[in-house]
């Protein structure tokens, strides 16, 4: 990213660092730029003071009021990338330079998120991605930053709000495993995904634990994440529930290694079962690749089944 940021570049990035929406590569322009222009230092500390007087009457907004906003402001943010670049309505109406400007700008940031929150309030959340489905009761998706789990059982877990904040307990607490079920729907970050899901797969006895597991495994569109899934489902392989899931992974996932491991762990599990030898059966019918073909009729010798369906 260019590190030569205009004064009124910077200045909109100020607002946006506040709240911990910058990279990194943004931050480090902001002081560049910051550390030899006096007026966007002194814009930068008026917007602090402004912030710390907020919080001192700060009201905590809702979960699902947060992640509506978040969601807004990405999709917001992803448009006016898109747009011609035009002066907002509101820096018409103030007076250039002067102590004015320098205050009243901050005031009206604020004012515009102040804004942006009531909004979001009649903006209904329901379809958004990662969010939960309408008439849920599920926590909000928060945006989870960063998972370490420690030797004596303790969870850390560095999370956003309105400001990155830190959780940690157990996987047993209730608020951490909640945070936890949510960091395997996060949207952007499948490493976090993979996180969530090695520090979940101790507790997969749960069933919402299975059923975050099961949902993965069939939706997630990063094959690293649906493998991570199926190891950790391996112990609960025998469940109906479980069972007929992998069962649909392996005749729908789009990768070969998915397939060939669910072939692996649906047989090694059990045998027995007359569907699915007409599940491997079909396989053996419509499969392109020939290693899972091979392992699908190698599957059907061992169950005594025959090759070919009827």
């Known amino acids: ?14 607002v946006l660092e506040a709240y911990g929406e910058l990279s990194v590569e943004q931050e480090e322009a902001i002081e560049a730029h910051v550390a030899a222009c006096v007026a ?41 990338a898109a747009a011609p670049r035009a002066v907002p309505f509101w820096r018409r109406l103030l007076p250039e330079g002067g102590f004015w400007s320098m205050a009243a700008k901050p005031a009206m940031a604020m004012a ?8 979001a309030r009649l903006v209904p959340a329901a379809g958004a991605p990662g969010g939960p489905a309408a008439g849920s009761t599920t926590s909000a998706v928060r945006n989870v930053r960063y998972i370490e789990p ?14 990155q904040r830190e959780l940690t307990g ?22 976090l995904r993979v996180d969530s899901m090695e520090v979940l797969r101790r507790r997969v006895e749960h069933e919402d634990v299975r059923t975050a597991l099961v949902r993965a495994l069939e939706t997630d569109g990063n094959e690293g994440v649906r493998l991570k899934a199926l190891e950790a489902l391996k112990p609960f392989a025998g469940h ?19 397939r060939t491991q669910t072939i692996d762990l649906l ?3 059990r045998r027995d079962e007359p569907e699915l030898a007409g599940v491997l059966q079909e396989l053996m019918r419509r499969e392109e ?9 190698t599957a059907l010798k061992a169950m005594n089944a025959s090759l070919e369906t009827f």
């Open 289 to 297: 690749n020939a290693y899972i073909r091979q392992r699908s009729q």
């Open 170 to 191: 157990r996987v047993d607490d209730q608020g951490v495993r909640d945070m936890l079920l949510t960091a395997t729907r996060d949207p952007e970050d499948p490493g």
């Open 150 to 163: 420690s030797a004596d059982g303790q969870v850390r877990i560095v999370y956003d709000e309105v400001r």
């Open 112 to 119: 515009l998120c102040a804004a942006g929150l009531a909004g």
């Open 40 to 80: 966007c230092r002194e814009e930068r500390t008026t917007l602090a003071r402004l912030h710390a007087a907020a919080d001192e009457v700060a009201i905590e907004p809702s979960l699902e009021l947060l992640a509506a906003c978040r969601q807004n402001l990405h999709r917001a943010v992803a448009e006016s």
């Open 267 to 269: 047989v090694n599990t």
């Open 240 to 258: 109906p529930g479980v069972r007929t899931a992998l069962t649909r992974v392996l005749v729908a996932d789009k990768s070969a290694t998915v």
């Open 1 to 14: 990213m260019n590190t030569n940021l205009k004064c009124e570049d910077c200045r909109e990035l100020l």
